[in-house]
């Protein structure tokens, strides 16, 4: 505990920063760059010595071992942790008191969850507590989760371009929703060049929307993009394939057939939804039951196979297939209307 709580303390303070890449520096110059007291800084730092993250030269010199740089300068692994401290510890220690005020039972809601109990303000959402800075570290930290979770190699994507026969001429083959930077369709359209960028859809709030206009990414040219809240009527009628890439894990059963129940409304028979999230196993590995606990944190959840065929027949969906790959968690779970 002692170790988690110095170096998220040394990251907020921007101190594993000024430690040099190669050589070190007295503890005396690093209190001097980060404003604090010498003695205060020596013992937030010996703490990390002792468990070999960073090592001190000499009597008066601290340096970077092969571990510490991840925690320096927003590396996504860094901030990794940093998500796992605030958005988890905190609440975590507050866990007997939010049991106790609410009950024996799942978080259901997006407002009066364990994260913003913990913080003092539960009647505000995670995302409405997590904004500017903190959001985007949230958002660069969860790239580390991301590298495990593939986005092609599983589905097979060259089924919507050999399928594009099955929808109107004018409509769209795939629909992002929560789509973010646009970040997945890209690399599926890289994967497929025959699908057109015309008949590809991005939606995400407005300020995300606003970012990828403001950017212009080349890859997007051509996209439309869309500011709309999935929780609200899909505006995006007949599309083939409607994609939601780690959208669901993070809200409650309820919420997430609102989500689902939006887009069946909005589906043709020949349309189909994936759901591209981890199918987690009974029992689950340590990292993703870490993860798990923190998404309850926020009202949301990890899945087993037999959660995701209860939500989605719930949702008035019918599975077609689980689409899965070898040494991963993640699996792409294809949908269509009964």
Not at 94 to 100: A, C, G, I, S
Not at 225 to 250: C, N, S, T, W
Request: with cysteine; glycine share 8%; hydrophobic share 40%.
């Amino acid at each position: 505990m002692g170790e988690m709580g110095a170096l998220r303390l040394l990251m907020d303070w921007q101190a594993l920063d000024h430690i040099p890449e190669s050589g070190s520096i007295t503890y005396t110059e690093l209190a001097a760059k980060i404003n604090a007291e010498e003695p205060l800084v020596r013992r937030m730092c010996w703490m990390l010595v002792s468990t070999g993250v960073l090592k001190q030269i000499g009597e008066d010199k601290v340096a970077h071992t092969k571990f510490s740089p991840l925690y320096a300068n927003k590396n996504p692994q860094g901030l990794f942790f940093k998500i796992m401290m605030d958005e988890g510890m905190l609440p975590y220690t507050r866990w007997p008191d939010y049991f106790r005020t609410y009950g024996r039972k799942e978080p259901n809601t997006v407002t009066h969850v364990p994260h913003g109990f913990g913080w003092g303000e539960p009647e505000k959402t995670f995302w409405e507590m997590a904004s500017g800075e903190r959001l985007e570290d949230y958002n660069t930290g969860l790239q580390t989760a991301d590298e495990f979770l593939p986005i092609t190699g599983i589905f097979p994507f060259k089924w919507i371009a050999e399928n594009a026969h099955a929808v109107a001429d004018d409509a769209p083959l795939i629909v992002d929703v929560g789509g973010g930077r646009g970040h997945a369709l890209r690399r599926i359209r890289a994967e497929c060049p025959d699908i057109p960028r015309e008949r590809m859809v991005l939606e995400d709030r407005p300020p995300v929307i606003e970012e990828v206009v403001r950017l212009g990414l080349a890859e997007l040219q051509g996209v439309k993009k869309i500011a709309h809240d999935f929780f609200k009527e899909q505006p995006v009628k007949g599309a083939l394939v409607y994609y939601l890439r780690r959208i669901m894990h993070d809200w409650s059963d309820d919420l997430d057939c609102t989500i689902l129940g939006h887009l069946r409304d909005a589906m043709t028979p020949n349309s189909r939804i994936l759901i591209t999230e981890q199918v987690v196993t009974n029992p689950p590995s340590s990292l993703t039951a870490q993860t798990d606990l923190v998404l309850m944190n926020i009202g949301g959840k990890e899945r087993t196979e037999k959660d995701w065929r209860t939500l989605i027949a719930t949702a008035g969906l019918e599975i077609v297939k689980f689409w899965n790959a070898e040494a991963t968690e993640v699996s792409v779970i294809e949908c269509k209307k009964p």
